[in-house]
């Protein structure tokens, strides 16, 4: 039996969450240079979501920007309705969107920073994949496509004296890719997980402290950050026919950690 391949006729479109900056705008531009029309998923920064959708454009491939916090199912339907609309039947999903809250021992960490972490990085990824799978699974009467989970290290890590309530939801990312992979890859969507280590992005920052990916370098293998280009090549790969018998892979992609 041959392997499967993408028609040349079937136009990709897929929704990347959390696409205004770092590995979420990088995954977009990737994908449209493979040839992607892109959903730019945004939480407040429509600014740098219009930087992306213009950078989109510019490679020759549509886009659309849509705020929705991923966390709230009517806003995800929303997300993934403006993009059909706009764009097209849907055949893949980057869910890119995270957060972690500020650094720090987990007996210091609030209840309130704890639940936004669970509802953005894994009720959040389940809403998306929920919608997006019935989007594309053919016994849903779609076309098929892939899904690729951003997870992190930190789920296989802990991360102690940093942020264990965000290692916690990264390593349900990954167990959700391994059971999505298993219910619906017969159905034609493959479902994938990239494991990042510390990237060069404004997270850092955001938690509190914007050396920290250098303060990794020190105890990761390959003596450096990485890039977030070099997490969206991952994730590219992932979604394509190169990956067509790859499905339920959490890839680390994290300089040796």
């Known amino acids: 039996m041959p392997r499967p391949r993408t028609p040349a006729s079937l136009r990709r479109v897929t929704v990347v969450t959390g696409a205004g900056r770092g590995i979420g705008a990088a995954t977009a ?22 930087r992306t959708a213009e950078a989109v ?3 020759g491939r549509e886009a ?8 709230d199912a009517a806003a995800v339907d929303h997300l993934f309705d403006t993009v059909r609309d706009a764009l097209g039947p849907l055949t893949g999903l980057v869910n890119n969107a995270g ?8 007996t210091e960490t609030s209840p309130e920073v704890m639940r936004r972490v669970v509802d953005v990085n894994v009720t959040g990824a389940l809403l998306c994949a929920r919608r997006a799978l019935r989007e594309m699974s053919t016994a849903h009467g779609g076309q098929g496509g892939g899904i ?5 290290c930190a789920a296989t890590l802990g991360s102690p004296g940093e942020y ?14 391994v059971g999505l992979a298993k ?11 990239v494991q990042p ?16 990916a250098w303060k990794k370098a020190e105890i990761t293998p390959a003596r450096r950050p990485g890039e977030p280009e070099e997490i969206a090549d991952a994730v590219a790969w992932l979604l394509s026919d190169e990956a067509s018998y790859v499905s339920g892979a959490v890839l680390r992609a994290a300089g040796g950690l």
């Open 64 to 71: 659309v920007t849509v705020r929705a916090d991923t966390g």
């Open 183 to 193: 219910e619906f890859t017969g159905e034609g969507v493959r479902v994938n997980c």
């Open 29 to 50: 531009l990737r994908l449209a240079r493979d040839g992607h029309h892109i959903g730019v998923n945004y939480a407040a920064d429509e600014e740098a979501a219009a």
């Open 57 to 59: 454009r510019a490679l």
């Open 99 to 106: 957060v972690s809250g500020p650094l720090g021992r987990f």
């Open 197 to 212: 280590g510390s990237v060069l992005t404004e997270m850092h920052a955001r938690m509190g402290d914007p050396d920290r």
């Open 164 to 177: 264990v309530h965000y290692a916690a939801s990264k390593a349900a990312v990954d167990a959700m890719t």
């Open 148 to 152: 690729v989970n951003i997870s992190s």
